[in-house]
């Protein structure tokens, strides 16, 4: 079924340790995102990459860093965890770039920093 | 700064008819989107407007006008399953999408 994955589903992390949320899509769309989600927040965009081999900052990039080594995969990682980070992180993909059309979102990650 | 407005929250009963409003405030604009997600899941797209008008799609239609800085969907004959979140997001002009926190609309029987 053509679509996005997220793994893991769920996760409660220790402060401090590293984490890597992945990422997948099989619709060979060009642009990926990740997002986070927190309760009375919109979608705040923490990085993006319009295409493999390349990758941009969002609106909350700190503390966050990404690869885009092929077109299917994107993952996210914590290089080290602290609670503010605790949210539900959604991966996106778009046929085009940015926001000029329709974005696909992965069914989320919850991440809990303790 | 860029800033997009929708009420929290709002209530309507199954059959009725509801408008969620949006307003933006953005450097440029280069179209406006609705998304619905339902508790727990993931956004799913439902509307695209980038020219000023109405555009229906079934029992949902969307409503631009840019020079209000303006949008509205309209839900029609409400369902009980229609009881989500309703995303307002807009893409500035460096093709970034700006999102609205949401309104979460309640159905009641």
């Known amino acids: 079924i053509a679509g996005i994955t997220q793994a893991p589903t769920s996760q409660i992390l220790a402060a401090g340790r590293r984490m890597t949320l992945r990422c997948t899509q099989d619709?060979?769309?060009?642009?990926m995102y990740w997002y986070r989600q927190d309760l009375g927040l919109g979608l705040r965009l923490i990085h993006y990459?319009?295409?493999?081999?390349?990758?941009g900052k969002g609106e909350v990039p700190d503390g966050y860093s990404v690869s885009r080594a092929n077109t299917d995969d994107f993952p996210l990682t914590l290089a080290s965890a602290v609670p503010s980070q605790t949210s539900v992180y959604f991966c996106?993909?778009?046929?085009?770039?940015?926001?000029?059309?329709?974005?696909?979102f992965g069914p989320g990650t919850r991440l809990t920093v303790l | 700064g860029q800033n997009i407005d929708q009420p929290t929250e709002m209530t309507a009963t199954e059959g009725a008819i509801v408008q969620i409003n949006c307003t933006y405030q953005?450097?440029?604009?280069?179209?406006l989107f609705w998304y619905q997600q339902h508790a727990g899941e993931a956004p799913t797209f439902l509307s695209y407007?980038?020219l000023d008008g109405l555009e229906e799609k079934g029992r949902f239609s969307s409503f631009l006008s840019r020079s209000k800085g303006y949008s509205y969907l309209l839900l029609k004959e409400l369902q009980m399953k229609d009881s989500a979140s309703y995303l307002c997001?807009?893409?500035?002009?460096?093709?970034?999408?700006?999102w609205g926190a949401g309104t979460k609309l309640i159905i009641k029987p």
């Open positions: 996106a993909s778009s046929e085009g770039t940015s926001g000029s059309g329709e974005q696909f």
């Open positions: 997001a807009v893409t500035d002009s460096n093709y970034q999408l700006i």
């Open positions: 619709m060979r769309h060009n642009a």
């Open positions: 953005t450097s440029g604009f280069n179209g």
């Open positions: 407007n980038v």
């Open positions: 990459s319009n295409t493999a081999g390349t990758t």
